[in-house]
């Protein structure tokens, strides 16, 4: 029996689909498995037992990784789950900066009384006019899940479409149009575009990578969106090009007090994937890859250990070992299965930065001894029968 607790409400369609061979557990102590979403978890006491944390989102900057990793405890995310959500309001932000679509409503409001407010509409309505989206050309920095949906989607509303991704992945290059010219030099988005929108993960490589120098590159009127993370720009430098004209409209996700109210900003409450949808895939994902890791050992899409996928089980037993990133540990591993007379059927080993996984699968079943002499290797953090 599996025991999981929700650190936050976790859509019920995912939740039901855990097996008779789970529990909810009735404190976060019990758990083998915590779902989360928004609760940060720097300052928790992560209990013993806790096998796996899986993030019903794709920003995973609540949860203290390294000290995940140090302990042997998974943590998943659910890459691309919410990317439709996503994809959508970076459309209704291309429209709402291109149209002054929300100074005409907040003029309408003002002149609900007016009798004539429709005669009146037919005068004032120049100042709200804007520019169409079909013949512009958009720079997307990032071709993940979501940058490749805006991509595709902006070619289909007329848009000439650039993409910048020194590390594009090979799912992503196949589900890119082929229309959409891929850029090696980030300046080239600066240069030519006229909406540019970023969809790559907070690192720290990428936090304030849209900064002064950045701006003064970009055309004049350059409209920007930010529904990735607020910090991936300097936001000072984004109203100074506000003020100088440079930036035509900026739109953010992410409400701060650098740009709520200030102007040419549009501030959106971090509505990108609150959708019903999103969050019925997130919660069904996350849910899917614990099941997998706690009843098979299988890693996929964790952001603090390698992918690794056995598949199913069929021998006497499978173990799993976590460990540093250094130099004979399969050595070692083997050799203490060898030596106590276990023939290893199968195994493999994966690697993420300073930490490994490496899993067995064994056709005896294998002791407490054997198993606290792989636990006293050197480098091991963790060692998990898994069956």
Same mark, same amino acid.
């Given at each position: 029996?599996?025991?999981?607790?929700?650190?936050?409400?976790?859509?019920?369609?995912?939740?039901?689909?855990?097996?008779?061979?789970?529990?909810?557990?009735?404190?976060?102590?019990?758990?083998?498995?915590?779902?989360?979403?928004?609760?940060?978890?720097?300052?928790?006491?992560?209990?013993?037992?806790?096998?796996?944390?899986?993030?019903?989102?794709?920003?995973?900057?609540?949860?203290?990784?390294?000290?995940?990793?140090?302990?042997?405890?998974?943590?998943?995310?659910?890459?691309?789950?919410?990317?439709?959500?996503? =994809?959508?309001?970076?459309?209704?932000?291309? *429209?709402?900066?291109? #149209? !002054? &679509?929300?100074?005409?409503?907040?003029? %309408?409001?003002?002149?609900?009384?007016?009798?004539?407010?429709?005669?009146?509409?037919?005068?004032?309505?120049?100042?709200?006019?804007?520019?169409?989206?079909?013949?512009?050309?958009?720079?997307?920095?990032?071709?993940?899940?979501?940058?490749?949906?805006?991509?595709?989607?902006?070619?289909?509303?007329?848009?000439?479409?650039?993409?910048?991704?020194?590390?594009?992945?090979?799912?992503?290059?196949?589900?890119?149009?082929?229309?959409?010219?891929?850029?090696?030099?980030?300046?080239?988005?600066?240069?030519?575009?006229?909406?540019?929108?970023?969809?790559?993960?907070?690192?720290?490589?990428?936090?304030?990578?849209?900064?002064?120098?950045?701006?003064? =590159?970009?055309?004049?009127?350059?409209?920007? *969106?930010?529904?990735? #993370? !607020? &910090?991936?720009?300097?936001?000072?430098? %984004?109203?100074?090009?506000?003020?100088?004209?440079?930036?035509?409209?900026?739109?953010?996700?992410?409400?701060?007090?650098?740009?709520?109210?200030?102007?040419?900003?549009?501030?959106?409450?971090?509505?990108?994937?609150?959708?019903?949808?999103?969050?019925?895939?997130?919660?069904?994902?996350?849910?899917?890859?614990?099941?997998?890791?706690?009843?098979?050992?299988?890693?996929?899409?964790?952001?603090?250990?390698?992918?690794?996928?056995?598949?199913?089980?069929?021998?006497?037993?499978?173990?799993?070992?976590?460990?540093?990133?250094?130099?004979?540990?399969?050595?070692?591993?083997?050799?203490?299965?060898?030596?106590?007379?276990?023939?290893?059927?199968?195994?493999?080993?994966?690697?993420?930065?300073?930490?490994?996984?490496?899993?067995?699968?064994?056709?005896?079943?294998?002791?407490?001894?054997?198993?606290?002499?792989?636990?006293?290797?050197?480098?091991?953090?963790?060692?998990?029968?898994?069956?």
């Amino acid at each position: 029996m599996y025991k999981y607790f929700c650190l936050n409400p976790i859509a019920k369609v995912g939740l039901d689909r855990f097996t008779a061979e789970y529990k909810k557990a009735d404190t976060v102590e019990e758990a083998d498995g915590i779902l989360v979403r928004s609760a940060s978890m720097h300052e928790m006491e992560l209990p013993e037992n806790l096998l796996a944390v899986a993030r019903a989102g794709a920003g995973v900057n609540n949860i203290p990784l390294d000290k995940c990793a140090e302990k042997g405890i998974v943590v998943f995310n659910t890459p691309g789950a919410n990317a439709n959500g996503v =994809k959508e309001l970076v459309i209704a932000g291309m *429209l709402l900066a291109s #149209r !002054d &679509v929300v100074g005409g409503i907040e003029w %309408v409001k003002e002149n609900a009384g007016n009798e004539d407010i429709a005669k009146a509409a037919e005068k004032e309505k120049k100042k709200f006019a804007g520019t169409e989206l079909e013949g512009k050309k958009l720079g997307i920095i990032g071709l993940g899940a979501i940058g490749v949906k805006v991509a595709n989607a902006a070619k289909h509303l007329g848009m000439e479409v650039y993409g910048y991704d020194p590390y594009v992945s090979v799912d992503a290059a196949w589900n890119l149009s082929r229309d959409v010219h891929h850029v090696m030099n980030v300046d080239d988005i600066y240069e030519y575009c006229d909406i540019i929108t970023v969809h790559v993960p907070l690192m720290d490589a990428t936090r304030g990578m849209v900064n002064a120098e950045a701006v003064s =590159k970009m055309k004049r009127g350059v409209i920007l *969106l930010n529904f990735a #993370r !607020d &910090v991936l720009m300097d936001e000072q430098a %984004v109203l100074d090009g506000i003020r100088s004209g440079k930036v035509r409209k900026y739109v953010t996700d992410f409400p701060n007090t650098v740009t709520a109210g200030k102007d040419g900003c549009i501030v959106i409450p971090h509505l990108g994937a609150s959708t019903e949808e999103s969050e019925d895939n997130c919660a069904k994902m996350a849910v899917k890859e614990m099941m997998n890791y706690l009843e098979n050992g299988n890693i996929i899409n964790s952001v603090n250990y390698p992918k690794c996928d056995m598949g199913v089980c069929t021998k006497e037993s499978r173990i799993a070992i976590f460990h540093k990133n250094i130099a004979n540990r399969i050595t070692k591993f083997t050799a203490i299965l060898g030596d106590a007379g276990i023939n290893i059927s199968d195994m493999t080993n994966k690697s993420k930065g300073e930490v490994a996984y490496t899993l067995i699968d064994v056709e005896s079943k294998v002791d407490e001894e054997i198993i606290d002499k792989l636990r006293e290797a050197e480098g091991v953090f963790r060692v998990r029968v898994v069956k």
